[in-house]
């Protein structure tokens, strides 16, 4: 089973489970565009960066540029109190 160790220690599975309760995947709403009408999800689905999230400190390790280049990786920053957004979610 390949696997990784988050900054954390916590280890991550990127195989074993399917599917994978620590993989995630992400689209640019540009490249979510190049869709229209109906899609096949397995198309929509190659077209995705892959990503894992740590279940235990949040950290996400981005895949950007394929699985065979090393990954960004990105930690969760606490708001300062009575942050808010400025523009809300869609
Ligand atoms: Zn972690």
Redesign the pocket.
């Known amino acids: 089973m390949a696997k990784f160790v988050?900054?954390?220690?916590?280890v991550?599975s990127t195989s074993g489970l399917i599917p994978n309760p620590d993989e995630w995947r992400c689209l640019s709403d540009q490249d979510f565009e190049s869709f229209t009408g109906l899609i096949d999800a397995e198309d929509l689905y190659r077209e995705t960066k892959i990503m894992y999230r740590?279940?235990?400190?949040?950290?996400l390790w981005v895949y950007w540029r394929g699985f065979d280049q090393l990954p960004a990786v990105y930690a969760p920053t606490e708001l300062p109190e009575g942050w808010q957004t400025s523009t809300p979610p869609r």
């Open positions: 988050c900054l954390c220690g916590h991550i740590c279940p235990a400190s949040g950290h």
